[in-house]
Nanobody, 116 residues
Framework: QVQLVESGGGLVQTGGSLRLSCAASGSIVSINFMGWYRQAPGQQRELVAVVTNVGSANYADSVKGRFTISRDNAKTTVYLQMNSLKPEDTAVYYC??????????WGKGTLVTVSS
């Protein structure tokens, strides 16, 4: 089992920045990927960014150049630095971890609201 706890969401003005954190506990040695998804009201959950155990990162086109995903050396925490935020970034952001055997885990989410 893997437990994920997100933090760092909040209200920010357009153009501002926020840093999300996701702390993993439990069977963390089994984790292969960690990443962030988001879900806006009335929308499907979508991938924002993902990072592998070797540090390779991928981003949704909508956040490239603005968001940066990173992972600490112990690989227990993943961060999402969000800069130049836009109203369309408003969503609940969920941390996700996937094990080597393909089983995935989700955090409870943290709300990011960008005011115009």
């Amino acid at each position: 089992q893997v437990q994920l706890v997100e933090s760092g969401g909040g209200l920010v003005q357009t153009g501002g920045s926020l840093r999300l954190s996701c702390a993993a506990s439990g069977s963390i040695v089994s984790i292969n990927f960690m990443g962030w998804y988001r879900q806006a009201p009335g929308q499907q959950r979508e991938l924002v960014a993902v990072v592998t155990n070797v540090g390779s990162a991928n981003y949704a086109d909508s956040v490239k150049g603005r968001f940066t995903i990173s992972r600490d050396n112990a690989k227990t925490t993943v961060y999402l630095q969000m800069n130049s935020l836009k109203p369309e970034d408003t969503a609940v952001y969920y941390c996700h971890a996937k094990r080597h055997d393909g089983i995935g885990y989700w955090g409870k989410g943290t709300l990011v609201t960008v005011s115009s």
